[in-house]
């Protein structure tokens, strides 16, 4: 196992200072008063842990994707990806963006819900491109852009880049799941 070592104790000044930011800003989408541990780990390398917690703080809380959108397009990359922390660290905030039970079982089992507007359809399909490694297609870019704009559809792309850096935290070092959160079905 690569687990590395919790170094919340040994946080001082600075660092310490941008942990307590960290977990105070993501309380209320986490609905917990305390980081969660891809995020503890990363501040092994408090570097690290400033610039990928500073992206995450912009496209969740300051991005210009809706939050409904921006909720499917990362536990769509979660499931696809088979990132099981990163699907259980966002049940809550999908559920708080109107996301129903319904559209989760089916993006985790890997359909496009056709309950979904099309352009949220649309925005599951860049997903899908971006994880095939595929240029996104012609009629589901349009499909995106004509409702939420090019700036959105940038912002979908770096949303699976920063889910993917967490993704990847996550299997490396053996992150497992916070006791009390929802265990996803893969």
Not at 3 to 30: Q, V
Not at 59 to 82: C, M, N, T, Y
Not at 113 to 121: H, W, Y
Not at 148 to 167: H, N, P
């Amino acid at each position: 196992m690569a687990e590395i070592p919790d170094p919340t104790n040994s946080l001082t000044g600075k660092d310490r200072e941008l942990f307590d930011y960290m977990a105070s800003a993501r309380a209320h989408a986490e609905g917990r008063s305390h980081l969660g541990d891809v995020y503890v780990r990363m501040f092994n390398n408090p570097g690290v842990a400033e610039k990928v917690g500073a992206l995450g703080e912009h496209l969740r809380f300051h991005g210009s994707l809706p939050d409904d959108v921006r909720e499917l397009v990362i536990l769509r990359f979660a499931s696809k990806q088979r990132f099981p922390y990163e699907w259980s660290h966002h049940q809550r905030p999908a559920k708080l963006a109107g996301i129903s039970q319904e559209v989760i079982d089916a993006l985790t089992a890997g359909d496009v819900p056709q309950i979904l507007p099309e352009a949220s359809q649309a925005a599951i399909e860049v997903v899908d491109a971006i994880i095939a490694m595929k240029s996104i297609p012609p009629g589901v870019q349009r499909q995106f852009v004509d409702t939420y704009g090019v700036s959105c559809l940038v912002e979908v792309v770096a949303v699976c880049g920063l889910y993917a850096i967490m993704g990847y935290m996550t299997t490396a070092f053996d992150i497992h799941i916070e006791e009390g959160l929802p265990m996803p079905p893969f």
